[in-house]
């Protein structure tokens, strides 16, 4: 879903710029509602945790690939305006160290990837979360459908777009055709790694989880030696879920998972183009691509400049940029949390 640039006019990337912009901005402001100093630390390692598993390309049809946006995934774990700015702050690394998305495009990208995925997903989160019985099965069910939903409305958000500054003369019909039956698909690889990484999480440490906060769970008796749910009736017999993990486990634990992921499992993911390469390929949307103004970068497309072997360059890269975008992530998180105001609650979009 990595834009580059030339598939856009200049209008159309200046004006998704300017959304982009203000919608960050306005991320910026909400973040310092949904950041305290226990969950700043984790919204930067989801920013790292989303760049590691972008590299895991998955195959999902003859040819073609997907890999995670991660809105649906931030928005779920750090809230939806941190999870904005943690796509962002990911899309930012991609694209200036890896050539990976255009940078005349940066504002289509954040605009699709990052504002379209994380408002659709966490809308639909929080519809179902409100009807499904309270519990952590329900929050993974609901992270589910949310992330499964946000990837074809990220397809369709592109569509328009091109529709509206598309540089190439291609059929809108086929072109939304393509992109929505491939990133169903997509949708699907999407869903299984939210849902699997929020129950994951959940698991361990509930509370430091947005879409989770308020869940409780009932409290046990022991009756003749065994243990029984307190009755239902009372309300004081239930109790916020327990942590089972420190933070600085977790964070180490996420770390290290995103160092595997990106040094050493990424060199075994599909080589066969994304969704968006695959449909620009085929309908002809690419016949004006740009060369990349990062070209030149010493670890564009993924790989260390001068490093003869694939697996040692490719892994060394995702090394690099999870170290790059921890990095950049926790200090825009930790400057965030410190202009807070005091008398701001964590919990305060929640419910938004």
Known sequence: MHVPDGFIDAPTSAATGVVAAAAVAVSLRGARRELDERTAPLAGL?????????????????????????????????????????????????????????????????????????????????????????????????????????????????????????????????????MIGVHVLIGLGEAVITALTVGAVIAVRPDLVHGARGLRQRLKLRVNG??????????ARTAPVAARTSRRALWITGLATSLVLAGFVSFYASSSPDGLEKVAHDEGIDKKAERHGSADSPLA??????????????????????????????????????????????????AV
């Open 301 to 350: 497309h993924y790989g260390v400049k001068d490093v003869e072997d694939a697996r040692l360059s490719g892994g060394l890269a995702g090394v690099i940029g999870v170290g790059v975008t921890v990095v950049a992530g926790s200090a825009v998180f930790w400057v965030v949390r410190r202009r807070r105001t005091p008398d701001v609650s964590p919990t305060s979009t929640s």
């Open 46 to 178: 989801v920013a790292a945790f989303i760049f590691a598993v972008q590299m895991l390309n998955f195959p999902v049809a003859a040819g073609t690939s997907g890999h995670l946006l991660g809105g649906a995934l931030a928005a779920i774990l750090v809230g939806p305006y941190t999870g904005v700015l943690c796509v962002s702050v990911v899309l930012l690394m991609q694209g200036i160290l890896f050539a990976d998305g255009g940078l005349t495009a940066l504002g289509v990208n954040i605009t699709d990837m990052a504002i379209v995925t994380t408002v659709v997903s966490y809308a639909v989160f929080r519809l179902l979360v409100k009807v499904l019985p309270r519990g952590r099965r329900s929050v993974t069910v609901a992270s589910f459908v949310a992330a499964l939903l946000s990837v074809p409305a990220a397809a369709v958000a592109f569509t328009l777009i091109y529709a509206v500054g598309g540089t190439t003369d291609v059929s809108l019909g086929k072109v939304a055709t393509a």
């Open 226 to 235: 065994a243990l029984v749910d307190a009755p239902a009736a009372d309300g």
